[in-house]
Structure formats: structure tokens, C-alpha cells
């Protein structure tokens, strides 16, 4: 960086940053408020799918669903690390919290955020059972993978390297759900799988956010963005009608 140029050009021309001293004030709360969605969100992940582990119909099933919830807290755990760095409480981290907690099933929150953590809004609602689980899992999956892709290129280093590092592994449990779908297409009746899917669908949507202009384009200006909220959903909604198409389910947006 030129010695007469501000951290936010330098940043607004594509910069890297890798030092927590080096960061402005507001683009440290916006890099610790995604950090801290992540890490909240895969914790209340983890916790939710842990509750259905012993309803998979096999030990394989059993196995894979345990590996995932073992896998998402530690990705959640490796952003954690980063989020110390910068000075934030980690501690509470380390004591109960009530992360498999849910709302009632016909809760309709939109976008909120829970009173307790910064979770997305749709690890409030409940899964119902393991076909339930599968289809969260898959449409969840498929959001999740397009979310790291785009933050894999932050313009904060150390943190887009942990997401790309944690990009597969997130992927891979997208791809086993998409394998338990398939599975319980032939063993289950179409009707109560496309219940799932009409529930989950517009609560995983709404993960994306909104389209607000403004907040993205200092995003971006910041480097912490690239592709706008809309342009992800969209791309998420053609991803997810494909998978779905394969197995004779549709998307009902």
C-alpha cells in the first residue's frame, strides 16, 4: 500500500489485509459481525442436527450425520480462533448456551436474529424428523457452499483462507444430504418430502438477506463482498430446483 494512500482506497482497489491492528473501525465490526453469524449459525447447525443423529435409518446414516455435526464445530471453531485474535469474547463460547434451541414450527421470523446469538434466522425453527433433517440439510447445503465461495475472497486474509479450507468440507455435507434424499425418495412417500421442502424453502431464502444497495456497496467497498444478495439467492434457487428436479421434487418459491 502507498504511503499516502487511506486503508479504505487501498481496500476499495482490491487490498488485503492480514493484521487486526491494521483494520478500520467500521470494517472490523462488519468483519467480526459476519465472523460471529458463521460461527453462531454452525453451532446452532451442529446442535440441531445432533438432536436427530439416533433417527437415521442405519448405522451408516447414524455415522455420517454424527461426522457432520463433529465437522460444523469445527469449522465454527476455526473462525473462532480468528475472532479471539481480534479481542472478542471467545469465554462465553466455553460455557452453556442454549444452541439447540428453537421457536414453534409454524414460527414465521423472516430475516430475524434470535435474542441470544447472531444465528440465522433459520436455525430457530425445529427439524421434524430425519426426512425433515435431510431436506433442511440439502437446501441449507447448497446456500451454504454459494455463501463460502463468496466469502473465500474477503479481503481479510487469514479469514478467507479458513473459509476456503472449510468450503469442501461444507460441500461434501450437501452432497451426502442430496444422497439421503435419494434414498429416502424410494422409501418415503413424495407427499411428506415436498412438505419439507415448501417449509424450508423460503426460511433458507431468507438467509440471503435483503437487497439493500447501499450496505453492499461499502461492503464491497471494503472488500468483505462481491456478489450482491439477490444475485446469490438466484443462483441458489436454480442450484436448488436442479437437485430437487433430479429426485421428481419442485421448487415452490
Not at 442436527?49 to 461426522?67: C, H, L, T
Request: a negative charge; proline letters at 4%; hydrophobic letters at 45%.
Amino acid at each position: 500500500m502507498a504511503e499516502d494512500m487511506s486503508i479504505e482506497s487501498y481496500l476499495a482497489q482490491g487490498g488485503k489485509l492480514s493484521n487486526p491492528a491494521n483494520v478500520p473501525p467500521r470494517y472490523r465490526a462488519e468483519l467480526l459481525k459476519l465472523m460471529t453469524s458463521f460461527v453462531d449459525s454452525a453451532l446452532a447447525g451442529a446442535a440441531g442436527f445432533a438432536d436427530v443423529i439416533n433417527e437415521g435409518p442405519g448405522i451408516k446414516a447414524r455415522i455420517a450425520a454424527a461426522k457432520i455435526v463433529l465437522e460444523k464445530s469445527d469449522n465454527a471453531y476455526q473462525v473462532l480462533r480468528l475472532l479471539g485474535e481480534f479481542g472478542a469474547d471467545t469465554r462465553r463460547y466455553e460455557t452453556r448456551h442454549p444452541w439447540a434451541a428453537r421457536l414453534e414450527r409454524s414460527a414465521d421470523i423472516g430475516q430475524r436474529r434470535s435474542s441470544q446469538d447472531m444465528r440465522l434466522a433459520v436455525f430457530n425453527y425445529p427439524l421434524k424428523d430425519w426426512s425433515d433433517a435431510v431436506v433442511m440439510n440439502l437446501l441449507m447445503g447448497r446456500a451454504v457452499t454459494l455463501q463460502l465461495t463468496e466469502y473465500s475472497q474477503v479481503s481479510y486474509q487469514p479469514l478467507a483462507e479458513v473459509f476456503r479450507a472449510i468450503a469442501p468440507i461444507e460441500t461434501h455435507h450437501a452432497e451426502l444430504a442430496e444422497e439421503g434424499l435419494a434414498q429416502l425418495v424410494e422409501q418415503c412417500e413424495k407427499d411428506a418430502l415436498q412438505a419439507s421442502v415448501d417449509y424450508w424453502l423460503p426460511r433458507v431464502a431468507a438467509s440471503f438477506g435483503t437487497g439493500d444497495s447501499a450496505k453492499f456497496e461499502a461492503l464491497k467497498a471494503f472488500g468483505l463482498r462481491q456478489t450482491p444478495n439477490e444475485d446469490l439467492r438466484a443462483h441458489w434457487q436454480a442450484v436448488a430446483a436442479e437437485t430437487l428436479g433430479k429426485h421428481g421434487l419442485s421448487l415452490n418459491l
